[in-house]
């Protein structure tokens, strides 16, 4: 996995490894700040649905993966980092499941979010979220 830091021009810096072996992920959502301390963080969905944070660091690297969840998401095909979709300073998740509904997770500032959320239908004509 390599990291691409934005720089003041706005493009892009070379490339810089940060994990090498990152196997048994289905999904790696890049979400924001999950856990209030202003670095982005990771979420790396595996083949047995667990779904696991990586806490960003100042560095541009991230600490050891934390479980977040047992048996999540198994239905979903599209997950995305929609930054603070609630207006409550706290970074939200949509993810959209196979039959075409979205779903909303409210960050709770913590490197957690709360129950998902039906926020709409019939999406399952879009190739993907961003």
């Given at each position: 996995m390599y990291l691409y830091k934005a720089t003041s021009s706005g493009k892009l810096s070379a490339r810089?490894?940060?994990f090498s072996k990152w196997s048994g992920?289905?999904?790696i959502i890049g979400v924001g700040d999950l856990n209030g301390d202003g670095y982005?963080?990771?979420?790396?969905?595996?083949?047995?649905?667990?779904l696991w944070r990586y806490a960003g660091t100042a560095t541009g690297g991230f600490r050891a993966r934390v479980k977040a969840a047992d048996n999540w998401g198994a239905t979903y095909d599209v997950v995305v980092g929609a930054a603070d979709i609630t207006g409550d300073a706290r970074a939200d998740i949509v993810s959209r499941d196979t039959?075409?509904?979205l779903w909303r997770n409210n960050g709770d500032g913590?490197?957690?979010f709360g129950p998902r959320t039906e926020i709409a239908a019939g999406w399952q004509g879009y190739k993907a979220l961003y």
């Open positions: 810089v490894k940060i992920y289905k999904k982005g963080d990771l979420l790396a969905q595996d083949t047995s649905n667990k039959s075409g509904k913590k490197g957690s």
